[in-house]
Each structure stands twice: as structure tokens, then as C-alpha cells.
């Protein structure tokens, strides 16, 4: 991977859109909550993707750094008893242009569904790693609603 190649597709994406964003260095972290203290931030605006496999497919599910995905009610959610987190060897390979575990919000980007948990849309900005456990992005809600179009479900108690 070349430094920042995966943000740069999410850079593209966003500039493509007219959307402004921020991007940082800052200290390696590898949780989402890690970021949030790097980043001086509550970690209800940190956006930590969360992969499963649903019916044998992945999808994606963004939620607050503080939070963590419901089995039941994404269970409900997703209408099905077969759902379960996805390993990294399952999707790995999806986000080739990234390192494991700073995966952006975006997953339309790589050809997942996008769910963002309700408990997230109270931010009023978020911040997400940007493809690397040393960079985030920065960028309002309301615009990453418009450039990720992700579905709002329920996913966290």
C-alpha cells in the first residue's frame, strides 16, 4: 500500500462531490476509541466500521467508537438468524488498498452496504481512519450521509 492510498480514494470521492473534509497524522492507534483519544474527541464522533457477514455476504456497519454491534438487534434489523462479525481473513482482501483495521466508513467505495447506526447520527461531525492507523479524516455528518448513502438502522443497545 502506498502512504494514503486508500484515503485517497475517499479524498477523490469526497472532491468529486463538492464535500470539504480534513485529513491528520497523528499517532499510531489501532482501535477506534485509541483514535478518539489521539484525535481529543469523544468517541461517539469517532465512526469505527464493523464488517459482518449477513447471509453469507458482507456488509458494512458504522458505528460510535464507544459502541459495539447488537447480534439481536442487527439480527432484526437484517431479517435473518444467520449473521455473525466477519473475520479479517473474509474481508481483508476487500480493502486491499488499506491496512487491516483503518478501514474507512465507505463502504460503497468497495463494494459493500453502508448501514450507519442511529446512535451515530447525533454527531454532529465524524472522524474515521483513513486507510492507515496514522491518518484520519475529518468531515460533517450531513456530508458523509451524502457521499456514503448509508442505510440508518438500529445496530447497538
Do not use: W
Request: hydrophobic share 45%; proline share 3%; net charge negative.
Amino acid at each position: 500500500m502506498t502512504e494514503l492510498q486508500c484515503a485517497q480514494r475517499v479524498r477523490e470521492h469526497l472532491v468529486t462531490r463538492g464535500i470539504a473534509y480534513d485529513i491528520t497524522e497523528h499517532a499510531k492507534t489501532f482501535t477506534a476509541q485509541a483514535l478518539a483519544e489521539a484525535e481529543h474527541v469523544s468517541g461517539r464522533k469517532v465512526a469505527k466500521p464493523v464488517i459482518l457477514m449477513v447471509e453469507g455476504n458482507l456488509l458494512m456497519t458504522v458505528l460510535a467508537a464507544v459502541d459495539h454491534v447488537s447480534m439481536t438487534r442487527a439480527r432484526d434489523e437484517f431479517g435473518t438468524a444467520d449473521v455473525r462479525l466477519a473475520t479479517e481473513g473474509e474481508f481483508g482482501g476487500v480493502f486491499g488498498d488499506c491496512e487491516l483495521g483503518a478501514e474507512p466508513p465507505f463502504g460503497m467505495l468497495y463494494g459493500l452496504p453502508t448501514y450507519i447506526d442511529e446512535h451515530l447520527l447525533e454527531a454532529d461531525e465524524l472522524i474515521f481512519s483513513a486507510g492507515s492507523h496514522v491518518h484520519s479524516m475529518r468531515i460533517a455528518l450531513n456530508d458523509y450521509l451524502v457521499a456514503a448513502q448509508p442505510t440508518k438502522a438500529r445496530l447497538t443497545n
